[in-house]
């Protein structure tokens, strides 16, 4: 076998394995509220129409109704089935999400392929490592869904395409609220490479986008009722601490309430929550991250910043769910062919992992010392989101960049990748 062939048959394997593991999660029944929620809404598209999905309690922007409504359109029995007790309809949902993960590996691989080991090795990391087919094909959950354009933004930004860089991250947003802190690095990012003028032009295209996501729902009042329906899910139904995720207030419920749920909005200091906190630490904090990727505007640095600003919002923010921390697994791992980032890629995810499956184990399974488990967990993950904040911090600055040439070999170059 020629030399130069492994690595496409090495990859042209773990593509087919990940495919494997996926297909065979498909049926997997272990978290149901949520995946029973998803078809409810889906049936509501197919019987009251896609323009009106916003009738119901949607806690996602436009690109997920996009998605409903094609999974509506292309299987009929969407218009009876409620809940996802049937198989065919269970492995149809975790279809997107998984297709996603294909993606991620692909921009994995990419980002590495002038590597061809190590862009296969990170490749199959996506596509095997339990954090990514624990959350799409186990639980039918839709984070790799808007990770997936972030990461094509980063490659983007890295061949010198603004605008398109500003698109996907509008698709990003539209996609999942848990998006929202990923604009930090990458308003640092254009005002650095594009200045203000530059940035004005993204923003502009980024609200095209977003307006164009949002046309069909328009005339039923769908934004504003998007807006209501998240408003619920976080002050309502989702508004406390921690909701499994190992993070410090996690702690916080562990060793001060027995393991039980606290209310975010509980006062700590006069009429200051426990919600206020976490806004006001992770602000704080996402100063460090915008300067550390303005100061030094590659795609690699930018990659840092989206893993850090990831970090921030689950170590800061109440509210958490423990797979909140999605985003860093990709963008840790950009950084990993790196000997040193490597280990704390490695390090969180172990973490990560070990978080989503003491949070939901498949059925039957017993986790052993859970509370010193999460404990620990919890401080890993901290302390990578603080090692991630620090390597910013220190980063050499350069000033404001001249915006970036659209020549692919100028974009890797500045990469650092």
Known sequence: MPRERRPAIALGLLVAGGVAVRVAMFPARDLIGDLDQFVLWVHGIAVNGWLRAYDQNLSFPA?????????????????????????????????????????????????????????????????????????????GQYESIYVLPALLAVLAARAGRPGLVAALVAVSLMTKPQ???LVVPFAAWFLATQRWRGTARAAAIGAVVAVVLWLPFIPAGGPLDYLDNLQTYQDDIFGVLSLRAWNPWWIVQELGAGGGFVADTTPVLGPFTFRHVGYAIAGLLSLVVFVGVYRRPTAEQLALGLAAISLVAFVSLTTMHERYAYPAFVFLLLAAGRPGELATWALFAVAFALNLVTAAPPEGWTIPLERPLGIAGAVAITGVAALRLISLGRAPGTGPASPPSTSAGSGAATSGA
């Open 63 to 139: 690109v997920m109704a996009w998605i409903w409504g094609v999974l509506a359109a292309v299987e009929p029995d969407f218009r009876t089935v409620t809940d996802s007790s049937d198989p065919w309809i269970r492995g149809l949902m975790k279809v997107p999400a998984s297709l996603a993960d294909l993606g991620l590996a692909a921009g994995v691989w990419w980002w590495f392929r002038d590597r061809p080991w190590v862009a296969v090795t990170a490749a199959g990391a996506v596509l095997l490592w339990p954090v990514t087919w624990y959350v799409s094909a186990w639980w």
């Open 179 to 181: 998006a929202l802190p």
